[in-house]
């Protein structure tokens, strides 16, 4: 464990980068900068075996830092990777992305498109995207940075953008043993869907937050273990990592309020 100051941001990435752990030589694609910093975090330290790309047309030996670059900079290039390859990693099962929707069930159905009736929404956002054959394809992940009860929406999602453990919705010829959402990441805790009937489950609370607390802010039932753990520490490798890969602070700008438990 780490005896230095660390922020909730930088304890989020430490916990995301576990979603990667044990994948081997997977694209990592981490949606949004904490993710991001996961993800090449998980490649520096955990999992090397990570593929990850500059965002753009090539395969990176080394994850990017994020913001601006000096002058002197020179990313470290393996080989192209246009979307073409993109798409065969994709649909071949060798990708692991982290995403992070608006709107999250009981199942672990997921919403990026809109918010109340499709026919005529309260808001427009971004469509389904890629997130239909994404989540049939390969494994992902969800990252929330405020956990509530808009968010771990009661009953279905508004619009139902990535399957889930539902079999009514899932599609031909697919099972429920495909579905493979791995950890969901918020400011409060570390979830999964390992319970019952892959109920959702508390796998580690953050420092100062309580399974009550959880629960108040998810509109359906969390199953609670008896091996309920507090989320880790960053160690002091971790935070050099991600203190290198984000040189200009931005995770910083990307939580709204400092719960119990951050430090800095």
Wanted: charged share 20%; aromatic share 8%.
């Amino acid at each position: 464990m780490s005896d230095s100051a660390y922020t909730l941001a930088e304890l989020l990435v430490c916990a995301g980068s576990e979603a990667w752990r044990g994948d081997g030589e997977v694209l990592a694609t981490g949606i949004g900068l904490l993710p991001r910093l996961a993800a090449s975090l998980a490649m520096l330290s955990s999992s090397p075996d990570l593929m990850m790309t500059d965002s753009e047309a090539y395969l990176l030996s080394e994850p990017n830092p994020v913001g601006g670059r000096g002058a002197d900079f020179r990313p470290k290039f393996e080989t192209w990777m246009g979307f073409s390859r993109i798409f065969d990693n994709v649909w071949g099962g060798k990708r692991h992305a982290m995403v992070g929707p608006t709107q999250i069930d009981r199942f672990g159905q997921a919403n990026i498109s809109c918010i109340g009736d499709p026919a005529k929404p309260k808001a427009q956002m971004l469509g389904v995207r890629g997130f239909p054959g994404n989540s049939i394809s390969h494994a992902n992940s969800f990252f929330v940075p405020s956990h509530n009860t808009r968010v771990f929406k009661a009953g279905e999602c508004d619009m139902v953008c990535s399957i889930g453990y539902n079999p009514a919705r899932l599609p031909k010829g697919y099972s429920l043993d495909e579905v493979d959402i791995r950890l969901v990441v918020t400011d409060l805790c570390v979830m999964d869907f390992g319970g019952p009937d892959h109920q959702i489950r508390l796998r580690s609370l953050h420092p100062g937050i309580t399974v009550e607390k959880v629960q108040e802010n998810t509109s359906f039932p969390v199953f609670v273990p008896d091996d309920v753990v507090t989320t880790p520490a960053p160690t002091e490798a971790q935070l050099a990592i991600i203190r290198r890969m984000d040189p200009h602070n931005l995770r910083a700008r990307e939580l709204k309020d400092n719960p119990p438990g951050d430090r800095r």
